[in-house]
T-cell receptor, first 113, second 110 residues
């Protein structure tokens, strides 16, 4: 069974601090996505990474895909209260002609003003 | 705004009943997948449909079934509802590697 473990599970920080969220697996994924989800809403796609070692930046957010495509990290610089939410990584795999999409366990971030 | 809409937004059903949830995919996306998200947890993959055929399934029993229509809209059917089926049900349309989610249907089984 493929699993995506995220750490930390919960994070509460002050506005202006930096943070990193990790997404780890023993399985290789063909691509990995990061989402942010607000209460009562569906996840909103932030980024997709496909190539091992790939780094993508989205304003204050930096995403990295591990060289072996088994892990990823999300780094937020100078966090703001608007960054508060549930951050989810999700990995995609196609094997034997079937498709599976696995979500991580989630990291709940709270940024205090 | 993802262009993916789900209906209804909220639903209450009694244990043992059947339920049908609907999803209208983003225009041009021929793949739709369904997820179950229990409170405080990440979404769990139920299954995926590509051009009206199921081409991927997670660890859910056969009482969870689905349909995809020629216009790529989709249904999730759950038979013999159990209390543990209470959750937020999400559908996502996909083109390539990226999935775009609807706002979800909150199902409560009493």
């Amino acid at each position: 069974t493929q699993l995506l473990e995220q750490s930390p599970q919960f994070l509460s920080i002050q506005e202006g601090e930096n943070l990193t969220v990790y997404c780890n697996s023993s399985s290789v994924f063909s691509s990995l996505q990061w989402y942010r989800q607000e209460p009562g809403e569906g996840p909103v796609l932030l980024v997709t990474v496909v190539t091992g070692g790939e780094v993508k930046k989205l304003k204050r957010l930096t995403f990295q895909f591990g060289d072996a495509r088994k892990d990823s990290s999300l780094h937020i610089t100078a966090a703001q209260p608007g960054d508060t939410g549930l951050y989810l990584c999700a990995g995609a795999n196609i094997g034997s002609g079937t498709y599976k999409y696995i979500f991580g366990t989630g990291t709940r971030l709270k940024v205090l003003a | 705004e993802t262009g993916v809409t789900q209906s209804p937004t909220h639903l209450i059903k009694t244990r043992g009943q059947q339920v049908t949830l609907r999803c209208s995919s983003q225009s041009g996306h021929n793949t739709v997948s369904w997820y179950q998200q229990a409170l405080g947890q990440g979404p769990q993959f139920i299954f995926q449909y590509y051009r009206e055929e199921e081409n991927g399934r997670g660890n859910f029993p056969p009482r969870f079934s689905g349909l995809q229509f020629p216009n790529y809209s989709s249904e999730l059917n759950v038979n013999a509802l159990e209390l543990d089926d209470s959750a937020l049900y999400l559908c996502a349309s996909r083109e390539g590697t990226e999935a775009f989610f609807g706002q979800g249907t909150r199902l409560t089984v009493v």
